[in-house]
């Protein structure tokens, strides 16, 4: 079993409240547990996703752009959901992204440890399918620095707790 | 050795002549090689980042949203991203991404075979490294029907042939 698998994650959001759309509102912040990202995995990431030298070659990658071995962009967006996923926001329904704007202003490195801190920005009831909305969220990745790694402004599905109209338990 | 690792990428851009800035313009299109998904694959990826039910379980997820398995967004993402190093644009430097915008109109289901089309959108030298620029491609994952399973409008950091006023071969 590789290193890849070998790491499984805890079940999402186990053990929180949900949080329905009607529960969030504009300025709720969220700050996840942190990861620290070893050399290994960087290298495993790449060798399967993004197979380029300054991902792969602590050698090539020192001549490169980055002046050092860095972690694909695409592996900072996925462990950033995991993080999102085992200890952000507990999102009945769980965290279904339709979109977003994504930036990295700099790279993940061997031996950075990094959090996701989020917070809601705007919450849309869907004006066509009365049982959820859009909510979105701004969410950073910061190093250990508290430099940026990642950000993430993203449009996510969340359920109502029940149909406008229609409180729960109501027949 | 796991299912994900087995997979060992072909080297970037192997045996293709490389792209300057200086030789992108706007309306420039790339096809990539095509890659069938299956759902062990979805089930690995997501165990290790994105740990929620509509990835993992087939009995969970067709009770969900989308009435099925599906992989993460950010599998497809990555998918996308080993297509674009293999056989995509092979741009000089690799394919170094600063952000972009990107949208999943619908999922990636297990047996899909998706494909990436890609756009050369805007091509721009830095105004203050003259050795450089960002061009703007606009990358469309379809599935097997010719359905949008991403969207990703990427800003790609890529270097010039030569300095401005120091052509190739000069002193």
Redesign the interface.
């Known amino acids: ?2 290193h ?2 070998a ?6 959001a186990a053990g929180r409240e949900p949080l329905y759309l009607d529960d969030l509102h504009a300025g709720q912040r969220f700050t996840t547990v942190s990861h620290t990202v070893d050399e290994e995995e960087i290298r ?2 790449a ?8 991902h792969l070659d602590a050698e090539a990658a020192r001549v ?2 980055f002046a050092g071995l860095v972690a ?3 592996h900072t ?3 950033t ?2 993080l999102q ?2 200890s952000g926001p507990p999102l009945a ?12 202003p700099r790279p993940t490195r061997p031996g950075d440890t990094i959090r996701v801190e989020s917070e809601v920005v705007k919450v849309r009831p869907s004006r066509t399918r009365p049982d959820r909305g859009i909510v979105t969220v701004l969410s950073t990745t910061l190093n250990q620095r508290d430099e940026v790694v990642q ?1 993430l402004s993203a449009d996510l ?1 969340v359920p109502r707790r029940s149909p406008p109209g229609r409180p729960a338990g109501a027949p």
Not at 7 to 12: A, F, G, L
Not at 47 to 54: E, G, K, S, T, V
Not at 93 to 99: L, N, T
Request: charged share 15%; aromatic share 10%; proline share 9%.
């Open positions: 079993m590789c890849l698998c790491r499984v994650s805890s079940p999402p495993e990431f060798l399967r996703f993004d197979p380029q030298p300054f490169s752009l694909s962009g695409w967006a996925a462990l959901m995991r996923v085992e329904g769980g965290i279904v992204g339709a979109g977003g704007r994504i930036d990295w950000s599905v």
